[in-house]
């Protein structure tokens, strides 16, 4: 018979496509966990794994087993979650921008207080890439910033605010700016501004900020971080209004976790 704890074993081995890391994390001797990798492949009649370059690769009948235990803890999580019990428990992946989720700390710091059995988990995508995994079941919610409506979302706005040229004092030229690609195109840059001379795309909104103060050039960031970071001075008008929502599967409306997490945004 199977034991919780032969679960969680395999699962991390099957995670850490080693023995020796999935020892590691689960603070047991390496020969201990090869015991109970053998008796659980004694009692399939089956290898679990096979030994690679890569590591441990795991075989038909371990992909198997690890579906079953994930699709069992998924059935078990969302049990906890639809109860009436005052503490919710189980893991809940949420996505988003590292700027627009530290724009969210304090909801999220409340979630925590409220919540303390429910281990969240972060990952920083661009929107696109996190609706992409909410539709895909990869993540349970996030914030997105001007999504594109799909009938199996769920979209809760939370605010908006200017994207537009920020410096740390008044500048009366923009011949020279300092942009994300990923937020606005060259092009549209542009097309808006005229007598623009140099483009300088970064991505990292703190080097951006911070070449922006040494060189004197405006920066095209969010309203909320230019101003976190010391650009208060608004030098162009607004490229966008940027729209920033909590997203969920439309499905996760009998979730009750969900449904009470995003109470707090």
Known sequence: MFLKEDFIKFITIYNESSLSKAADKLDLYQGALSKTLKRLETLLGDKLFIRSNRGLIATEKGQRLYSYIHSQQKSWDEFISSSNQPNFSGQLRLGGHAITLNQSSKSFSQI??????????????????????????????????????????????????????????????????????????????????????????????????????????????????????????????????????????????????????????
Do not use: W
């Open 112 to 265: 925590y207080s409220h919540f303390p059995y429910v281990d969240l988990k972060f990952e920083f995508l661009r929107s696109p890439d996190v609706t992409r995994k909410i539709l895909n079941f990869e993540l349970e919610g996030g914030l997105v910033v001007n999504p594109t409506q799909h009938n199996d979302l769920v979209l809760k706005h939370l605010y908006t605010e200017d994207v537009c040229m920020f410096s740390h004092k008044n500048i009366s030229h923009l011949s020279k700016v300092i942009y994300n690609p990923d937020l606005v195109s060259s092009y549209t840059i542009k097309n808006k501004l005229k007598k623009i001379k140099q483009l300088i795309p970064i991505r990292n909104y703190h080097l951006a900020c911070s070449l922006s103060r040494e060189l004197n050039y405006p920066a095209l960031l969010p309203q909320f971080f230019a101003k976190k970071m010391g650009l208060t001075s608004k030098v162009s008008p607004s490229f966008f209004k940027g729209k920033v929502y909590f997203a969920y599967r439309s499905e996760q409306n009998k979730n009750s976790l969900i449904r009470e997490v995003s109470k707090f945004f």
